[in-house]
């Protein structure tokens, strides 16, 4: 069975702060995802990444994926109370065939940022 | 603006209930999944469609069956609801490999 393991599960930092967050694995996958979700609502994508060492930036988040294609992480530069959610990577197994879009969700990253 | 619904947005139900929860989608996709979402353990497959009428169990099906009747339309039944199925349930869909899922907003289900 292929996982993802995310690190930290939980994270409260004030407004200014920096952070990064984790998505490790020892399978190799296809492309990697990010989604954040906020309460009440479902996730909602933030970036894929599909070559290892591509590193892609939206905004403040700057998303990684590893050379070997088996981690991933996202950091906040200068984290907002606007950034505070449950952040969730998700990767496509190389080993899937069929193009069922099917994704292995990692546990996610529960941010707060604090005013 | 693309969409995918959920029938209830809360649910509480009693054990040995049959419950239906009903997701519909406006995007011609053809995938469809079912998760449901506890913490600290992420989301989790329970079924997904490639195709009307067509299945495929995800990593959590027991308990559980689903119905795919038309494009647009998936649907998940707990045949017989338990406590243990007491949890958050999302609905997404997706065209392809590689591309976005889109999720609704979820159903909160209580089973008493």
């Known amino acids: 069975t292929q996982l993802l393991e995310q690190s930290p599960q939980f994270l409260s930092i004030q407004e200014g702060e920096n952070l990064t967050v984790y998505c490790n694995s020892s399978?190799?996958?296809?492309?990697l995802q990010w989604y954040r979700q906020e309460p009440g609502e479902g996730p909602v994508l933030l970036v894929t990444?599909?070559?290892?060492?591509e590193v892609k930036k939206l905004k403040r988040l700057t998303f990684q994926f590893g050379d070997a294609r088996k981690d991933s992480s996202l950091h906040i530069t200068a984290a907002q109370p606007g950034d505070t959610g449950l952040y969730l990577c998700?990767?496509?197994?190389?080993?899937?065939?069929?193009?069922?879009?099917?994704?292995?969700f990692g546990q996610g990253t529960t941010l707060q940022v604090k005013p | 603006d693309v969409k995918v619904t959920q029938s209830s947005r809360y649910l509480v139900k009693r054990t040995g209930e049959k419950v239906f929860l009903e997701c519909v989608q406006d995007?011609?996709?053809?995938?469809m999944f079912w998760y449901r979402q506890d913490p600290g353990l992420g989301l989790r497959l329970i079924y997904f469609?490639?195709?009307?009428?067509?299945?495929e169990k995800g990593d959590i099906p027991e308990g559980y069956s689903v119905s795919r009747e038309k494009k647009e339309r998936f649907s998940l039944i707990l045949e017989s609801a338990s406590t243990n199925q007491t949890s958050m349930y999302l609905c997404?869909?997706?065209?392809?490999?590689?591309?976005?899922?889109?999720f609704g907003p979820g159903t909160r289900l209580t089973v008493l």
């Open positions: 997404a869909s997706t065209w392809g490999v590689l591309n976005e899922q889109f």
């Open positions: 399978s190799v996958f296809s492309s």
């Open positions: 990444v599909v070559t290892g060492g």
């Open positions: 998700a990767g496509i197994s190389r080993a899937t065939s069929s193009n069922t879009g099917k994704l292995i």
């Open positions: 995007m011609d996709h053809e995938n």
């Open positions: 469609s490639y195709d009307v009428k067509m299945k």
